[in-house]
């Protein structure tokens, strides 16, 4: 088998029988990644020498048994808004463009004591505001499946690594779909965890009551075997939360007798692409032959989930960003005439148009006079969503619905209408303002050639139950891949 | 649309958010601000009377530990990414005249 085809658990196994060295591995996705950057552009940032140093390491503590762990020998690409130590940490912004952090995240700090080889950074969209990774100041990624369409976003270039082979898995983060759209634009499987489930420390704050760490990768397998690596309770989190069912592995069974699916009458109505609508309830059709108890619902409310979302995301992301000024790290303008003026000059010189957008807004809806009528009005909203779901999980294991209405957009065609880009994220945005998992994973292709993606929603801390059922509806469905590569 | 920026309320947020637009910037931002806005009034059609805001999905108290020191001096690797620095410390442009 060529190693670049491998998951990254059936990679680590042949690692672990000495089938395949940890340096061949990784020299082989060197190559590729030599061989595609060119076409795909997914990485910021490629490490080479430091890809190779680790494969050393790391082959010598599997030699020497100090590591045999699931993941061990494997390289990883990891998002360019986490901080990794001594590597360039950009998130795709010109104010980011030389910060090379003095730590790493927890996230890649677990991922690294399990013997990950960190391959670099993946491109996003700046600050992780977007839907298509094209408002990246580095160039936009495209998507490996037909590179005139777009990648997703806004972890597009670590869901386009994985389809590319580029990677054998991938870390991105969700605030409103950022994992999990991506990873059904490019036909691999994606995670966003319970909100506390994996530390955010490290992690660069876009929407902090939002964001969440989680997996891109090959197939269910892999995905619960990365989150058994990086759901740690962190301290230096504050928002982590002490767990104990991390064994998420234990769910990969194939079985869903009884699991009681709830698909949302709210996810299927207008603006859903018919091809999208037929593959995702032919998913649910499969998942009822194998015995499971599928019914229709009313979820409501899900049309006032984004402005609810770009309200609290923007509000956040602009009290976040204020970081950037300039001064500790980052971009300074050249010339400027005193502090304030050098504050304002260095932040708007370095801060893309998206950017900018989301934090006018944020700025607007916190400042005095309006706070109450649209950032606690949309708090309040929230509250009403999350009810929303708590009744929905009183019936149901998991609710399962698409993605996304449509399958990639070409490139060039999302920016021109802002408002137009943020109505493609209604079907993941309820989901963080709920704090829930979801589960992106392939469940066809359309007449494009593009695949489409399957969404599983479970409640606070359900994973396994998202996890089962994917695994199970994997089963059925097969091997997923590009009809050329078959 | 129904929201109005005028460029009053523009040069005050850019205040708050500390950016300077540019006379075509500042027209966009009116323009992508008044029609957000213009949706995110949707939320007015629902009765929230009674409702606590939700910013946190958890019930989430203090979470305290002790404050002991775990990284060693980073001075200099810090200091390496700052724009400006003078004698080990962030130079930052004159604050009082």
Known sequence: MNILDMTAVGLAAAIKNKEVTVRQATEAVLAQIEEKEADFHCYVTVDKEGALKQAEEVQKKIDAGELDGPLAGVPVAIKDNMCTEGMLTTCSSKILGNFVPTFSSEAVLNLQKAGAVILGKTNMDEFAMGSTTETSAYGVTKNPWNPEHVPGGSSGGSAAAVAAGECFYALGSDTGGSIRQPASFCGVVGLKPTYGRVSRYGLIAYGSSLDQIGPLCKDVTDCAAIMEIIATHDLKDSTSVEQEDTDFTSALVDDVKGMRIGIPKDYFGEGLDPEVKDAVLKAAEVLKEKGAVVEEFDLSLVEYAIPTYYTIAAAEASSNLERFDGIKYGYRTEEYEGLHNMYKKSRSEGFGAEVKRRIMLGSFVLSSGYYDAYYLKALRVKALIKKAFDEAFAKYDVILGPVAPTTAPKLGESLSDPLKMYLGDIYTISVNLAGLPGLSMPCGIDSKGLPIGLQLIGDCFNEKKLIQTAYAYEKARGAFGRKEDK | ?97
């Open chain 2, 1 to 97: 649309m129904a929201n109005i920026i005028s460029d009053e309320t523009i040069e005050y947020v850019g205040i708050l958010a500390k950016l300077e637009l540019s006379g075509e910037e500042k027209e966009q931002a009116k323009k992508d601000m008044g029609s957000m806005l213009d949706y995110i009034d949707k939320l007015g059609e629902l009765d929230t009377e009674g409702v606590e805001p939700m910013s946190h999905v958890f019930p989430v108290k203090n979470v305290f530990r002790e404050d002991v020191v775990t990284n060693g001096d980073m001075r200099e690797e810090i200091l390496k990414n700052a724009p400006g620095e003078k004698n080990g410390m962030f130079a930052v442009p004159r604050t009082f005249e």
